[in-house]
């Protein structure tokens, strides 16, 4: 199956709210933006969509589990998300974990999908 692009979508019946936070946590404002439709990010190659769903498939969404999905973000100082993450109202919940391949934290978004910040260990 030949695919030109892949991005992660996000549906959300609170899009605006969603749209809000990941605005001020990626710094950087939806491109492009269709207020209570649509919105997306490019962060290094990445593309992130968020997306209100229609009336008739609001059902869909709404039963799914929250935290399913784990939305990988890679930060170059861990303790910085931290505070930048507590600054918006969303403090991780639990430690900082220490793993082989670094240190990562886990967080949620307004919706309930699961955050991991991930910084790697520095090289040396």
Known sequence: MPCSSAYVAIASVELDRLVAFYRDLLGQAPQPHW??????????????????????????????????????????????????????????????????HGREIYAYDPDGNRLILHQPPKAG
Do not use: W
């Not at 439709?37 to 009336?55: D, M």
């Open 35 to 100: 207020p209570q439709r649509y919105a997306e990010f490019n962060q290094g190659g990445f593309k992130l969509g968020l997306f209100k769903p229609q009336a008739s498939h609001t059902d869909e969404f709404s039963s799914h589990h929250p935290g399913a999905m784990s939305l990988c973000l890679e930060v170059t100082d861990l303790d910085q998300a931290i505070a930048h993450l507590t600054e918006l109202g969303y403090p991780p919940p639990g430690p900082i974990l220490t793993t082989s």
